[in-house]
């Protein structure tokens, strides 16, 4: 076809001067709309396609790949305000890497997903400050270090722009603080250690660090900045080309990128673009000319609830230094005994996870496109399965994996499926916490019963192995359970999710269910307990516990007072899953419970023995009150209940999302939401940011009265968990409820 060069003005005022191709723009040309932007460059059959420059009447102005009628490929834009930005585009959004000079002067320079930032990249303020590390959504997410311009640096996790999980904060004066936050403030235990004292290795410290967790205050300001200096350049580029509808859309777009310049490579930019080595260089250069460390200098163990320090310890490094390797040791040795009960002395637990990963793939992608329908009795039979062969090599219908070959089975998939849409979790958000490539980790410590859990990334899942026996219950009950928890969305009941096998060459067989965890939540769970209502061997080692510790029967010391209707909703749901629980002749179950305490500056009265707490004149004053019984009030400005509106709580799915809201009888039985100052609003829900009163039953420092208070509690509860099966399972849930009312006893 012959092309023809000339000039055409349309109705709407619009004039193209270049090359045609028939009737279409093709080859060089340049076209200027009638409110003055102009672009010259490469057209193809009507689509700006090629290399171009677009200028905007305001003054904006880009030069570099266009395809399809879009900003697509590597180009560099100088926004009106003075911002810049040159790097890879997809479709007139930033993507891919690229650097940006916001029109205050704060630059970014990194990997970015439609139009935020999104991998590894460094952002420096232009107040000094310097964040290196990794981001997600617009903000720092992930592992990251700040450092500030008056010389004080974090080195860890981050979520959703603020400091949360485990880090290393280094003072401008060379001491350094190691422990955990939590939505940007210290919640947990943490060493300090003052300038001139010796701590350890930081180098040691990031290399045993594991990449799980995830996002400082600054956040809001990089925000509120890249709002504005965003350029304002629309998807709909084509749509002023209609050229009274003969160019149209298209939908082909071309792939290609280029690279910043010649010495950027095309590689995953989260491996290349910052090494690991050069996160940590801020942070190990700060070890350098330090005064020489004394190992004797007194070092402070610390331990913080929402920002308030509740205790603090003096200790010495060599101390602190050899408890640390002791726990390491019991770590490594209890994932060691987990790994050889499954694969033997010389594999890892490493391939079981893969393994798992690869199965519920193939499950849920194989599950998910057949039409959904009503489960039959058939979807609870012996041949509702799935099974499959993944050789090593890959197969037909299995990829190549690094892993041990293995068969995989699963269990009734068309009811677990439905189940999964009862608690309304998306198939591919459960395909991508499970089997993304952040991957499952092995919770430290097995449980009594041998079996071991994994975590998935987000928390939002946990995987634990079963006993054959175990099976065969869970199989037996499924078709009941299935009933009610479709009847009773408020259950509380565990909530199961998929149920496997993978049987190893040699005929070892492992099985395992997903479930949901309940600590996943969206307010720091500081104490957790496990409650069965008995006093025989229902107490933790207070040597050997932590903040993660699950605590048991006799360490509860408090006792929770609700709003009457709040309570009566949970009883009510109690009576009904203990009720579900006995018609399968299940016992020996428990009630798992989280605390979240908003009152943090109280717990200092018992949360050690009298006399071990340290004068701290800064401490803050709280708003809460202590009795002189050693109540825990907590103050109407630490919990609020609101009347409930639907547009001021999250709606985005989570392993909370499925529930009515409650109502409560302080508000005139109305729907209520949670208002928690400083922190959010939450929707309160059976088993979920349900507010209580916490008081507290006796003096810690009697330890005496304690137990004999505690055990007189419990006198018409008396049975042993180990000969737990001449227990009648009528018997155990009327004594299991009866427990729970001395828990949460009902207000006079």
Known sequence: MEYTVSEKAFSNRDVYIGNFKGILPHGNGKYTWSDGTVYEGDWEEGKMTGKGELIWTSGAQYVGDFSGGYLHGYGIFTGCDGSFYQGSWRMNIQHGMGKKQYCNSDIYEGSWKEGVHEGSGRYSWNSGNTYIGSWKGGKMCGRGIMKWANGDLFNGFWLNGLRDGSGVYRFADGGYYFGTWSQGLKDGKGTLYPVGTKHPSLKKWCSSLDYCNDGTSLSGLLNSEESRARPSVKRSFSEKLSISGLLRNSSRISHKAMSLDKNWTHCDPSREFIRYDSLCELSHASEEGQPEAQDNSSVYEREYMQGVLIKERASNYTEISRKSKQRNKIAVMQEKRSCIDIFGAHS???????????????????????????????????????????????????????????????????????????????????????????????????????????????????????????????????????????????????????????????????????????????????????????????????????????????????????????????????????????????????????????????????????????????????????????????????????????????????????????????????????????????????GVNMPAQANLKVLQDEEYNVKKKIEHAYKSLQFDPQSISAVEPKLYAKRFINFLERVFPDLP
């Open 348 to 686: 890892r637990s490493y391939y079981l996870m893969l393994n798992l990963q690869l199965g519920i793939r193939y499950t849920v992608g194989k599950i998910t496109p057949v039409p959904v329908r009503e489960v039959r009795s058939s979807d609870f039979g012996d041949r509702a399965r799935i099974r499959m062969y993944f050789p090593r090599k890959g197969s037909q219908f299995t990829p190549p994996h690094y892993s041990v070959d293995f068969y995989w089975k699963d269990y009734c998939p068309m009811v677990f499926r439905n189940l999964r849409e009862m608690f309304k979790l998306d198939a591919a958000e459960y395909m991508m916490s499970i089997c993304g490539d952040d991957g499952l980790r092995e919770l430290s410590s097995p449980g009594k019963s041998g079996s071991i859990f994994y975590l998935s990334h987000d928390d939002r899942f946990v995987i634990k192995t079963l006993r054959k026996t175990e099976l065969k219950v869970l199989l037996k009950m499924l078709p009941s359970y299935y009933c009610h928890v479709g009847e009773h969305e408020n259950t509380l009941i565990t909530k199961f999710f998929g149920l496997h096998r993978i049987t190893l060459r040699g005929g070892k067989k492992v099985r395992f269910m997903v479930m949901g965890n309940m600590f996943c939540t969206e307010l720091r769970i500081h104490q957790r307990y496990d409650l069965k209502g008995s006093t025989i061997g229902r107490c933790t080692d207070k040597d050997k516990s932590d903040e993660n510790t699950t605590l048991k029967d006799l360490d509860l010391k408090f006792e929770f007072h609700m709003d009457k209707l709040l309570r009566e909703s949970l009883f009510k749901q109690i009576s009904l899953d203990c009720m579900f629980l006995q018609s399968q002749q299940i016992i020996d179950y428990s009630l798992l419970l989280g605390l979240h305490f908003r009152a943090p500056e109280n717990l200092k009265a018992f949360s050690q023995p009298p006399g071990t707490m340290h004068n701290h004149e800064n401490l803050p004053t709280g708003d809460g009150v202590t009795s002189s019984q050693g109540e825990l009030l907590i103050p109407p400005k630490g919990l609020l209940l609101v009347t409930h509106e639907p547009g001021s709580v999250s709606t985005a799915p989570g392993p909370h999302i499925r529930g009515s809201t409650l109502k409560a009888y302080s508000l005139g039985d109305k729907e209520v939401d949670l208002l928690l100052p400083g922190t959010g609003r939450l929707r309160v829900q059976l």
